[in-house]
């Protein structure tokens, strides 16, 4: 060319410097951003963060690999990194479950990543040895013990059934122990921090299985979902429920044994679908009474929003549950509450909702 450049060179490279230079402005405005939102954190009494959103908003990705197809095998998908201050090349460490580690197994599908997300968030909910078992992002099992194993086993009873192909997540290193129940029954993906050498050989002995290992966490302020020539963005749902917080509404103030199954069923709750995934509430209980795999007498219930009637009750003593975990707040609280005490429930009130659409 005469020592000169062609137009369509100067172009592609106009896009690199440019989309560069775009990258580094956004990782720069994100830190700046997240430390704004930490210090709002801090400030707030109330515990409540106030976060003002930027009038304009630049989303930088970078893409780490293409996906064999996306929910459908007609979809196309990628996997793509968020560009941060810290991390701002495709190389040098993604965090989080798009950085996770494939040990063993097949790759990752796209329905794979959506499921292991949420097992991973579900369990990292809870300070003990903690598992999830998950089918299309809700839970079908979780269970706490004092091993990772009793864990699981827990898990595992709630719904073996529906346990059956789904997305395995442990908030701890896997043992052995753990990997000998987890390979009883075809999983799609088991999702940890580690694994402990022998229970990752054990593993692989499961060619299908996708052994996952994420090798560090991150802690996103915001996340975004799209819709059609737009994008919604708010800030994570990072409430922890602490046991002072609860306020007993009714004449029967729950056990503490009570309380610790209101904890926990409350957790869970927060990681379902609004209304366990039903647009009744009622037959939410109806459900739950009749997926349950052991007596539903004796157990709690954990409500994601308030009861708008009594019936929700009602229905729920019919099966012999004892206590009652709800945010409250309904204009028909006391018509609720008034229920709650003629079946002799307890039940507290959260003052905090945990809507998932």
Known sequence: NDGATTLALRQELALDAFSRTSEYDSAIAEYFFDLECQQEAAEDVEGEAIVEFSDASVLVLQKLNDLRYGENPHQGAALYQSITISNNAPDENPQGLAGATLLSGKEMSFNNYVDAEAAWQLVGDFEEPACAIIKHTNPAGVGLGDTLAEAYQKALATDPTSAFGGIVSFNRPVDVGAASEAIKIFTEVIVAPGYMDEALSLLQTKK???????????????????????????????????????????????????????????????????????????????????????????????????????????????????????????????EVIAAANEHGLAMVFTGIRHFKH
């Open 208 to 334: 299908n299985l996708r052994v996952l290992q994420i090798n560090s966490d991150v802690s996103e302020t915001l996340e975004y979902r799209q819709i059609s020539g737009g994008m919604l963005v708010q800030t994570r749902d990072a409430h922890r429920l602490n046991r002072e917080d609860l306020v007993v509404v009714t004449q029967r103030t729950p056990t503490n044994e009570e309380i610790e199954s209101l904890l926990f069923g409350w957790t869970v709750c927060k990681h379902t679908k609004s209304n366990a995934g039903q647009m009744s509430r009622i037959d939410s209980v109806k459900i739950g009474a009749m997926r349950a795999q052991l007596p539903v007498a004796g157990s709690v219930l954990a409500s994601d929003a308030f009861f708008p009637f009594r019936d929700g009750v009602d229905e729920a003593a019919k099966y012999g549950i004892t206590a009652v975990i709800q945010p409250g707040g309904s204009v028909r609280d006391e």
